[in-house]
């Protein structure tokens, strides 16, 4: 079974502009949630995807947002760059309850963003 | 408000020693506590995980041990090998699955 795929891997963008991440869960897992890590914060949620509605949300700016279609995966949007959102985006996705929900998140590699 | 503090920020032991981590929370609406492993360039994995009705769980040379009274749970690797150095997150999640709480990281050293 394919793991979850997040693309793209690296990327440099410049302050002002916005980025677009993407990822694909494990083949039956409807629930994608995504993960802010820097060195400082460690991993920091940021919101929570099932069956296309944003079932749970973190403390960021409304810069950051996200989507999920109707075959699970998912996009994370950040607009206006700033020089702080230089991090690992990661994405996980897991079963839910009725699933056969066990807790277990299975991450993707990440996407690692640079502002300049 | 950071609710899963973890320490020590960073530890070295040499091989074939223990290592110990520790994280404390403070939600009791948390009914669930993963360590995750994470390897340069790589997304965090499951470890090992436990849940309060239990005080320890043992999965090889990994043990989870869990105090529901002090609300701390702690990772302890036996026989450390240089195989096992990595970043370690202890993390924890209530009912709302898909959203963990995670500590900041600890970054294991396991010298040969």
């Known amino acids: 079974k394919a793991g979850v795929t997040q693309t793209p891997r690296y990327l440099i963008k410049t302050r002002g502009q916005q980025v677009t991440l993407s990822c694909s869960p494990i083949s039956g897992h409807r629930s994608v949630s995504w993960y802010q890590q820097t060195p400082g914060q460690g991993l920091q949620f940021l919101f929570e995807y099932f069956s296309e509605t944003q079932r749970n949300k973190g403390n960021f700016p409304g810069r950051f947002s996200g989507r999920q279609f109707s075959n699970s995966r998912s996009e994370m949007n950040v607009s206006t760059l700033e020089l702080g959102d230089s991090a690992l985006y990661l994405c996980a996705s897991s079963l839910r309850a009725g699933q056969g929900y066990t807790g277990e998140l299975f991450f993707g590699e990440g996407s690692r963003l640079t502002v300049l | 408000q950071q609710q899963v503090k973890q320490s020590p920020q960073s530890l070295i032991v040499q091989k074939g020693g223990i290592s110990i981590i520790n994280c404390a929370y403070e939600n009791t609406a948390f009914d669930y506590f993963p360590w995750y492993q994470q390897f340069p360039g790589k997304g965090p994995a499951l470890l090992i995980a436990?849940?309060?009705?239990?005080s320890e769980k043992k999965e090889g040379r990994f043990t989870i041990s869990f105090n529901k009274s002090a609300k701390q749970f702690s990772l302890h690797i036996m026989d450390s090998q240089p195989g096992d150095s990595a970043t370690y997150f202890c993390a924890a999640e209530g009912s709302n699955a898909g959203k963990s709480t995670f500590g900041d990281g600890t970054t294991l050293t396991v010298k040969p």
């Open positions: 436990i849940r309060p009705d239990v």
